[in-house]
DNA sequence: TTGAAAGCGTTACCAG
DNA sequence: CTGGTAACGCTTTCAA
């Protein structure tokens, strides 16, 4: 086992320079106390010995460590990871570093991190509530103890916790107008659970479509199940065989998307002749497939950096829990404009 | 601006207890010095209060802080997610905690993320080269320092530094295989700019097959500009222009592949039966275009795993400068078996 | 079985 | 302008 050397410290310098560690602490910080040329020698030697200020030194005495948490459901989902990405830049430069933790969608580690964050002593935690989380006292629990908490994407809004989230009522009315005015006339909405806010505000966007379209509700035209490729898949074959089945599936999210596009090659109808369909995704991905799918895209990066602003206000005593709304944009491709269009 | 409570310390449980900072500190190390009626009312007093060792206090005196730094060139690629991903679990399987920096491909921020690693006094750092980079003293200077330090897929290799690699000459070798056992006569090969090392192996392996299969070399089926979706679809376009088009093409890359894909159906022709195609990407996207795609799949999971206990190994003394060569996976998907085939 | 005290590296206050 | 010292929260001798 290598011994780890001790790092230089201020009494080296001091010793060195045969001077006292408060005259080289307040040289290093500039400060006008300390005449031109001692700054200048404590200077030089510092930057020559390579000092470093140890900096748990400095947090055990400020209490200000300047990190943060993010909790993530899932770090390779390409939408996390822009938010993540934005975040971090926001987070860097403001000189906080960032710690990132992925809940995988678990409840039990979502609360399990947190336990490790406050351990840690971060200075506040950005949070992306999981999809199996039902009970927020964790998350109370934090803002009652007056712990920099605020929130992305998947949100608990009790109106006090600052969050930034899309517009997912108006992106999905958006969306299904879309569909409308593209020759749908079934449209079939594939959700996820039904507990998760982002869940209801879409459908609820969808809804509000069809009311203000003057098109009949039906519920077996809207399944809400988990959120992931093999639901899309199901959800989709089993929509395709209903009786009347949908001639325009909205899929709220990525995963669903694919799923349902798989679903309805396999069962040989034309995409978007047959079934036209719209689903959320990124850019890239939606050229990836054929046709190219056309999509609400999330400014994802933008959220991120919004975020966690909103995280570094609260950190610095704003405490109105603002909610900010980041509009989305659907971008028309092939997969929602039906050539059979009356 | 909201005062933030100052946390519980050992002193306040030893006041409300009438005893003593010492006794508190031993009582929850569980030190059997201490008589079990006493360790009872601390460790239940401590619980109550919700106590939590100040960690700046302990790593002022253990200088452990359990942390360690990966760079990344970018933190939205899926590879590099993934790969994050099980760094970050097998981080914690240890209890080490995990900061990430990316680079986004650039030099200085490389160097400055490495500078920012030093001041927070992380325990190691794992990295992965940025694509600008091309001198390595930044490294070098970790090294001699006794900094632990390791690399992954894109690495600086002075055979010192421990380092895991994917199996690049021997997945397109493999690849270019698969595609001659499956009826392809013309091979074409899509990479990125010559002075990247994957770029290099890969094609090595490509070329290689072909030797060792007795193909004719073609420096015209060989394009190799840049790495991207649009660099794929160009290069396919015109590939399929030749007047002795390619049947079958090998893309060192998830973009160009689907880049390729495109091209080919915008041309009408089919995959597999006129071009076969092979790209390099992970499961989910291979399934989600159509045909689905044959590819290389790396075990990006596995290499972040890998990665990691390198990064602890040294850490706890291993200094064997270890490199570890993870393999990489064909999947046979329908856009590399021709039917037509004899 | 318990307590007192030194020390980790820094900052900030008080003296000179 | 400079130096001494207390304090941050904890661990670890040393003493009792």
Redesign the pocket.
Known sequence: MTQKK??V???DIADEL??????V?????N?????????DKIKTLARERN????P???N???NSPRIIGIIVPDIVTHFFASIISGINDTARTNSYSVIISSSNESYDNEKRIIEDFLSIRVEGIIACVSQQTKDFSHYENLYNNNIPLVFYDRVFDNGLIPCVVSDNADSAYMATNHLIENGAKRIAFIGGANHIDIVKERKHGYLQSLRDNNFKIEPKLVVCNHLGYNEGYAATHKLLSLRQPPDAILAMNDSLAFGAMKAIKDLRLSIPDDVSIIGYTDEQHSLYVEPALTAVTHQTYKMGNEVCKLLLNYINGDRSGKKIIIPSILSVRDSSVKKNNI
């Open positions: 001790r790092e410290s201020l009494k045969g001077t006292s560690i408060s005259t602490s307040r040289a290093l910080k400060s006008t106390e300390i005449s031109e040329s001692m700054k000092y470093r200020p140890n748990f030194a400095v055990l005495l400020k």
